[in-house]
């Protein structure tokens, strides 16, 4: 079974429609990235995966469980707000612009959410969160607050924030965009980890070479349809579409 | 933000400052007559204990006006924050109406209002309608008024990024904003606020046009009476010292949310 299953998503902002019908399916241990131009339709792939936005038509299910299903005409049905909660524990999302919590340190940032949303022991929490912080290289910093910390370490915190509740898919967007080349590859290698570890993720991503490194499928969106999709071997070095080739030469 | 007047040599000044005008308008109260140096001193120190103990009462008024105001307009400001915040239109402009109402006239016109609006609009009695009472709910309407403008921009300074993290972790809409938002935004208005209430502070004296029997409502009576501006400056000193100790609080809680940025 999948642990992502998106089929046919449509997503207009007013008469903009970014995404024309996109299908993404992640399977458990996979690691997907998302390339293309900007305004291609990447990001708002990511943020109708995580619930951030509400698709138009079409239907996503997280390990079987529909999120949302298609109704009359392929309109997307949205299943409870109890439902889509109890959904969002299968997934982790790592933003861009870290996004931690200024008014909690390290560690509360990491286990309020388990706690008070769902409710997990206490002491397991934290037993997790330290282990997690650990292995991000940042065992000393429980106790800091985000402001105190490098912009590669304010990202470390907020994947192990991504991590605790152990979520089906972790998915990134943009995870490197904020950050300086050497603090960049800071966060690439803790992700590099992650896939060797064989989490399932799902990536947008600017850099190439990582993509390639880290991923077993690349998709390539232009104008909000998948344009090209398979293993980086086949997409970005041997890409048989045109628009993907143009789009590569230009990084190159 | 540390505030550099809260020193104690600038505490020493200000009330040297404050000692001195009270001698110079003594001196001028009793020019007249002809007195010995040593009966003006035991005088002048009569007159400006009995003055004091007077004000006394005014001031628990006045005391008591502050915090009740602030107890509910904290509170109210944050609904019709709310309210001016909500999708919902017909809310949205009355809170707006509300605002630009209470911020647009005076708080002295609104407190006559608030008195006698009763007694004109539905023939109430004003006898069970005591002008404390009043003179709370008037000040609590005005101060919600501007605690709504400074919630509201507090809020929308939030970085969406903050409710969007919050959202993926699976926060409810309550927990999101009083776990997540609020405190950063309490952090975010305090300056503004501390403004508020230091000129609330100043602002309990308007009671007096209700005849609520404040401090300064006494003073002026005092001033009446005696032909002297004595009281005057007693009642200056009550209100500096009062709000002396309101900046300090404040600044000690500018100081304890420090911890984070």
């Known amino acids: 079974m999948a642990v992502l299953e998106i089929k046919n998503l449509h997503k207009s902002f007013g008469e903009l429609e970014v995404l024309k019908g996109v299908d993404l399916s992640v399977a458990k241990g996979e690691v997907v990235s998302i390339i293309g131009p900007s305004g291609s339709g990447k990001s708002t792939l990511l943020r109708c995966a995580t619930l951030l936005e509400r698709m138009d038509k079409g239907s996503m299910a997280y390990l079987g469980d529909y999120a949302v299903s298609e109704g009359e005409n392929g309109k997307s049905i949205y299943a409870s707000n109890d439902e889509l909660r109890r959904l969002k524990r299968h997934f982790g999302l790592v933003f861009q612009n870290f996004n931690l919590f200024p008014h909690y340190s390290v560690i509360k940032n990491i286990v309020d959410a388990p706690i008070t949303v769902q409710h997990r022991n206490k002491d397991e929490v934290y037993e997790k969160a330290r282990l997690l912080l650990d292995k991000m290289g940042l065992k000393d910093r429980e106790n800091y607050y985000p402001h105190q910390l490098s912009g590669g370490q304010q990202q470390r915190v907020s994947i192990a924030r991504a991590l605790i509740n152990d979520p089906a898919v972790l998915f990134f967007d943009e995870p490197t965009s904020a950050l300086d080349p050497e603090l960049t590859q800071e966060v690439l290698k803790i992700i590099r980890e992650l896939a060797e570890q064989k989490t399932t993720m799902v990536i947008v991503t600017h850099e190439m070479n990582f993509a390639a490194e880290v991923s077993n499928k690349i998709i390539f969106i232009n104008e909000g349809l998948i344009v090209e999709e398979g293993t980086p071997q086949e997409v970005i070095y041997s890409p048989k579409i045109k628009r993907t080739q143009e789009f590569l030469a230009h990084l190159k | ?261």
Do not use: H
Not at chain 2, 158 to 180: D, R
Not at chain 2, 192 to 219: R, Y
């Open chain 2, 1 to 261: 933000m540390r505030r550099a007047n809260l020193k104690p040599s600038f505490i020493i000044s200000a009330l040297a400052v404050f000692f001195a005008s009270s001698v110079v308008v003594y001196a001028a109260d009793v020019a007249q007559s002809d007195p010995s140096i040593g009966s003006c001193i035991v005088e002048f120190w009569q007159r400006v204990c009995s003055i004091v103990q007077i004000l006394g009462k005014g001031v628990l008024y006045s005391v008591g006006l502050f915090f009740l105001t602030i107890l509910f307009a904290l509170p109210f400001g944050l609904l019709v924050a709310f309210a001016r915040m909500s999708k919902n239109p017909i809310l949205s402009n009355i809170a707006r109406v509300y605002i630009s109402i209470m911020r647009g006239t005076p708080l002295m016109l609104q407190l006559l209002i608030v008195y006698f609006g009763p007694y004109y609009l539905f023939g109430m009695s004003l006898k069970n309608y005591p002008e404390f009472m009043a003179a709370v709910i008037a000040f609590v309407l005005n101060y919600s008024a501007y605690f709504a403008e400074i919630y509201r921009s507090g809020i929308s300074s939030i970085p969406v990024g903050q409710y969007e993290a919050a959202n993926v972790l699976g926060y409810s809409k309550n927990q999101t904003f009083f776990k997540i938002i609020l405190p950063q935004v309490i952090k975010r208005i305090l300056p503004p606020v501390t403004n508020e209430v230091i000129t609330l502070v100043k602002d309990t004296s308007l009671a007096q046009v209700i005849a609520v029997i404040e401090t300064f409502t006494i003073a002026k009576q005092l001033a009446n009476a005696q032909a002297s501006m004595l009281p005057l400056i007693c009642a200056g000193v009550y209100y500096y010292i009062f709000n002396f100790i309101v900046a300090f609080a404040m600044e000690r809680i500018e100081k304890k949310l420090n911890y984070y940025r």
